[in-house]
T-cell receptor
């Protein structure tokens, strides 16, 4: 079953605007990761945030984590057409089995 | 350059046929994973291997088999018992097993039924 539930399922914005995607999950976690997938390609790791962290930045990406609400958000600032992709969150469900559980993803379209 | 190579990029299966998808990594990673992705869906774990000569079933292992005889290779066989094999298959690896490790992905194999 899917662990993360991203919303919205689809998001369309203009270049230069900010894009915010959300991920909710049901169980406790040790870590949460965000990935990007361009059409027809494999996933690319973006950011990992641990359960004791509240915010992380990487370039134009900002990830927040609220464990009390069991949710995370991914913010992409000053979006570019090249940011068009699907974005997935993944958690470990607090397990040490060594696997991840992925959500269904948000399809982001950035129009030039 | 280090990375994960999946082959072939496209594969067609006839009824009753087994097909094998290749996954090779030169990242010296211990853990490897196979996922299935259906249109508009997230990734579902088929099998994963934390170390050579060991592997565990994921959430949808029925109709699939794997082997891990070498650290760099984790082939997936889609057997005739898998009645709905049409999907995008992704292989991934991580330096060690664990939810605190980023996974590195290949570019997938798209499998269709003839």
């Amino acid at each position: 079953s899917q662990q993360g539930e991203e919303d919205p399922q689809a998001l369309s914005i203009q270049e230069g605007e900010n894009a915010t995607m959300n991920c909710s999950y049901k169980t406790s976690i040790n870590n949460l990761q965000w990935y990007r997938q361009n059409s027809g390609r494999g996933l690319v790791h973006l950011i990992l945030i641990r359960s004791n962290e509240r915010e992380k930045h990487s370039g134009r990406l900002r990830v927040t984590l609220d464990t009390s609400k069991k949710s995370s958000s991914l913010l992409i600032t000053a979006s570019r057409a090249a940011d068009t992709a699907s974005y997935f969150c993944a958690t470990d469900r607090g397990s040490t089995l060594g696997r991840l559980y992925f959500g269904r993803g948000t399809q982001l379209t950035v129009w030039p | 350059d280090g990375g994960i190579t999946q082959s072939p990029k496209y594969l067609f299966r006839k009824e009753g046929q087994n097909v094998t998808l290749s996954c090779e990594q030169n990242l010296n990673h211990d853990a490897m994973y196979w996922y299935r992705q259906d249109p508009g869906q997230g990734l579902r774990l088929i099998y994963y291997s934390q170390i050579v000569n060991d592997f565990q079933k994921g959430d949808i292992a029925e109709g699939y088999s794997v082997s891990r005889e070498k650290k760099e290779s984790f082939p997936l066989t889609v057997t005739s018992a898998q009645k709905n094999p049409t999907a995008f298959y992704l292989c991934a690896s991580s330096i060690v097993p664990g939810g605190n490790q980023p996974q590195h992905f290949g570019d997938g194999t798209r499998l269709s039924i003839l």
